[in-house]
């Protein structure tokens, strides 16, 4: 096989949460008077917390109370979440079944913190396809900066040319590329541009080809 691992994005690659994010930020922002909330949320796509606080006070002000608009927006979050409302995507089970099964390794790397990806992943079922989980919170500089993706290849003890990273933005795009990973984009919530389109080695609607392509190798 082509990949000795395969390094995963969580959000919007796993689970379907950027929409859910989006909805709910769009529920709690008109109680502070914020415009335009979801281009906001698509210029965070793939970023840690502390480097969204600091995009959400560039655009709105020091003066709004990011903090308790943030935890009304988690609340929502996780309400839809423990409903079922947040679907896994098409195709991930499969791939990490075919990956596992054929004794590639797999890691998962993403911004958002330890405790919500690690209850995030345990109540979906998850963790006994990831041999390392690492988190925006585990890492010093955030995507798209490529230190989560290097951190994750140490704890492999791999190199990256022997891996593959799984993106959905535009920052996890640059960030896989930044680490010299072969980088595979199955766009969620924004399609790619030029620029990310000849950053990415592959682009494909679904995890579904994503698994085709793997099994083609």
């Known amino acids: 096989m082509k990949f000795k691992a395969v390094l995963f994005d969580m959000d919007g690659v796993i689970f379907d949460t950027e929409r859910a994010i989006i909805e709910c930020w769009k529920l709690v922002a008109p109680e502070a008077g914020l415009k335009d909330i979801e281009a906001f949320c698509q210029d965070a796509l793939g970023t840690n917390s502390q480097v969204t606080h600091e995009l959400f006070v560039s655009r709105y002000g020091a003066e709004v109370d990011y903090d308790g608009l943030n935890q009304k927006k988690r609340e929502l979050f996780m309400r839809m979440f423990d409903a079922g409302l947040v679907a896994v995507k098409p195709g991930v089970r499969e791939l990490l079944g075919y990956l596992k099964d054929n004794g590639v390794k797999v890691a998962l790397a993403s911004s958002t913190s330890s ?103």
Do not use: H
């Open 115 to 217: 405790k919500s990806v690690l209850r995030e992943i345990i109540a979906a079922g998850l963790e006994k396809y990831f041999d390392e989980i690492v988190c925006g919170d585990m890492v010093t500089r955030s995507k798209p900066e490529p230190d989560i993706w290097l951190e994750a290849l140490r704890r492999l003890n791999m190199e990256a040319k022997d891996a593959a990273a799984i993106e959905d933005s535009f920052n996890g795009v640059r960030s896989a590329k930044a680490a010299c990973l072969y980088t595979i984009m199955v766009p969620d919530i924004v399609q790619p541009d030029d620029e990310i389109r000849a950053l990415a080695d592959q682009v494909f609607p679904s995890l579904k080809e994503v698994l085709e392509f793997i099994e083609k190798d």
